[in-house]
């Protein structure tokens, strides 16, 4: 960005979902907007049509909006793409596209790509002026088929596609583009950052350094960890409330686990909670606000994270600045339980 005061500076932001009270990626772009907002002079939101009408319902609430945000509206259209490319991604592809021209008609002193996802999906920025910024983005692991399985998670096909992408990312030419067209990345893996250097693009360490693994002392007379996300099969509910029973004997009395969110597994969880006898040692008190769980977050000992597949999770990053627990898990690098085949006991994605 060109030198002079942040007060006079005008930043495009492009996200195709924001809300700040529904799921990681659009709350994500939601706190990119309001803290630009109050930091530069003017923020342009580069948005669907679904989300300016979120963004103006959420100031009728009462959620501070900065008045210096102003919305352009694209609206998706389909592009023509050959099977197997789902129908979500057609249109998703042809919002890009349409985004990428009203991007370029803004004309901001830097514009930024908010996908908190993964770079196959391309990017808008490659017609932007001035500085442009990709990501949170990263190259998510696909879990394998045995976890995949076991979980519940029944899009097989879906996760093949991504372990091969995953494993020849510059193949995927929209992908590779969208990287290509960024300035610096924000990237989110390892193999997200490898690519941006073969490409001879900046990219920000900050998501992938830090925390290490850290055991409670033998002092500590309780563990209390958060769990936080939506109650379905990716997301492995039941994988935590499995892996807190293996635990029990060796945690000290009084450990607790709380689980945040909502989802169509909950009242199961809830049920399974109690027939393994952790009525007392599990809460389930459904979904609070994102402010809430960063709260939860620094007040307790750390974060259980059991997400077989996830690219930049927001709830990673949030405990991150909490000093948590962190230990491997498959969107991020591996995971163990007990319930592993022989053999399988450690796996890395």
């Known amino acids: 960005m060109s030198a002079g005061p942040l007060s006079e500076k005008h930043a495009c932001i492009v996200a195709y979902l924001i809300d700040p009270l529904h799921g990681s990626e659009p709350t994500n772009a939601w706190n990119w907007v309001d803290q630009l907002s109050r930091r530069l002079g003017r923020v342009t939101v580069v948005t669907s049509p679904r989300s300016v009408e979120r963004l103006e319902e959420l100031r009728r609430m009462g959620h501070y909006l900065s008045p210096n945000v102003d919305c352009v509206s694209v609206t998706p259209a389909g592009r023509a793409m050959r099977p197997p490319v789902p129908a979500w991604y057609r249109e998703y592809a042809g919002w890009l596209d349409d985004a990428a021209v009203a991007v370029a008609d803004i004309r901001a002193d830097i514009s930024h790509h908010v996908m908190v996802g993964t770079p196959f999906w391309g990017s808008s920025l490659f017609r932007a002026t001035g500085p442009t910024v990709l990501g949170p983005v990263g190259i998510s692991h696909a879990p394998p088929v045995w976890t995949a399985s076991r979980w519940g998670m029944r899009n097989a096909s879906s996760e093949a ?189």
């Open 161 to 349: 596609i991504r372990s091969v992408l995953g494993a020849a990312p510059g193949a995927w030419m929209r992908g590779l583009a969208g990287v290509k067209g960024a300035d610096h990345v924000l990237a989110a893996d390892p193999r997200t950052a490898t690519m941006a250097d073969r490409l001879g693009k900046s990219w920000g360490k900050e998501l992938l350094e830090g925390v290490g693994a850290v055991q409670p002392g033998e002092s500590e007379r309780e563990l209390t960890l958060v769990w936080a996300g939506k109650f379905i099969h990716r997301k492995a509910p039941e994988l935590a409330i499995r892996a807190w029973k293996s635990a029990a004997t060796d945690l000290p009395s009084g450990s607790r686990l709380v689980m945040y969110g909502e989802g169509p597994l909950r009242p199961e969880m809830q049920a399974l909670a109690g027939k393994l006898g952790l009525d007392g040692s599990i809460e389930l008190p459904g979904r609070v606000s994102q402010p809430e769980v960063v709260a939860a977050l620094r007040s307790r000992r750390g974060l259980l994270f059991t997400s077989l597949r996830d690219t930049s999770s927001t709830q990673i990053l949030e405990a991150c600045a909490s000093a948590p627990i962190h230990r491997r898990v498959s969107g991020v690098g591996g995971s163990r339980h007990a319930n592993a085949p022989a053999g399988r006991q450690d796996w890395t994605c």
